[in-house]
């Protein structure tokens, strides 16, 4: 679903990956683990085409389709969804608006009205969210925890190909990371992808994790399985070595 080969990347005159490699399959779950600074943000926004970002060298292809000259929304349409680590508030546009316009964005077909306000409140519900916040400005006035929730609605409603979580369980109680991870482990299946971003190992509780890496200096510097996530949670990243 996704490849992506020796990509190196910048911002201003800073080089923030440095020949990164990763392959992601269809029904595949990856854990992108590392350090403050590491790259791990730049390499999720670059997925999606973000501006302050200059791609010098290597490729990003989804499904076979090289991304490199796709605008964000395009890229978007193709079935890439970005939750992001401090969602933005939007003033004047409600959370309601915003999901019908969008899923009608990409399915390219008129939604009824009716029909989608029901199945939005459902899925409210089962996020704990509520249903007055559909009335709501986008996340204007809602806690990091709403915020956070909101992101999840979102990804339900569009129901993308390839999900990119950067760090949705930052700043989450106990009870808030069970909620977004029940979340996402609904929109798992083996027709769609996750990458995660992630401090804190219990938001992977309910998903069957299928790939690990460790991102240092730029380069995942190690690949593995779901025990990788408990070797870095015991002892941490000391002990992988890095080259600058």
């Known amino acids: 679903m996704l490849e992506i080969n020796n990509l190196h ?3 201003g005159n800073k080089e923030i990956l440095r020949g990164l490699s990763l392959r992601v399959g269809k029904g595949e779950i990856h854990v992108i683990l590392g350090p403050n600074g590491s790259g791990k943000s730049t390499l999720m926004n670059v997925i999606l085409g973000h501006p302050k970002y200059e791609l010098t060298d290597g490729t990003i292809f989804f499904e076979g389709e090289d991304l490199t000259a796709l605008k964000t929304f395009e890229r978007a349409r193709r079935g ?3 939750s992001f680590q401090t969602p ?3 003033p004047g546009i409600t959370v309601e608006n915003m999901l019908r316009t969008s899923k009608q964005a990409l399915t390219g077909e008129k939604l009824k009205i009716l029909k989608f306000h ?3 409140l459902a899925t409210m519900s089962e996020l704990q969210i509520p249903p007055e916040y559909a009335n709501r400005y986008m ?3 809602f806690s990091g925890g709403e915020k956070k929730r909101n992101e999840i609605l979102q990804l339900l409603t569009l129901n993308p190909k390839l999900a990119l979580l950067d760090e949705t369980d930052s700043g989450l109680d106990v009870d808030a990371v069970e909620i ?3 979340g996402v482990a609904k929109f798992h299946n083996a027709e769609n992808s996750c990458v995660i971003i992630t ?3 219990q938001i992977l509780k309910h998903l069957p994790v299928t790939h690990a890496h460790v991102l240092l200096n730029g380069r995942i510097v190690t690949s593995g399985g779901a025990e990788l996530v408990a070797e870095v949670s015991e002892h941490g990243y000391a002990q992988f070595e890095v080259t600058p």
Request: without cysteine; aromatic residues 4%.
């Open 88 to 90: 933005e508030e939007i």
């Open 9 to 11: 990347v910048r911002a």
């Open 199 to 201: 401090h804190n190992a």
């Open 180 to 182: 977004v991870s029940s």
């Open 118 to 120: 029901k199945e939005l």
């Open 80 to 82: 890439i969804f970005l």
């Open 139 to 141: 996340n204007v006035g």
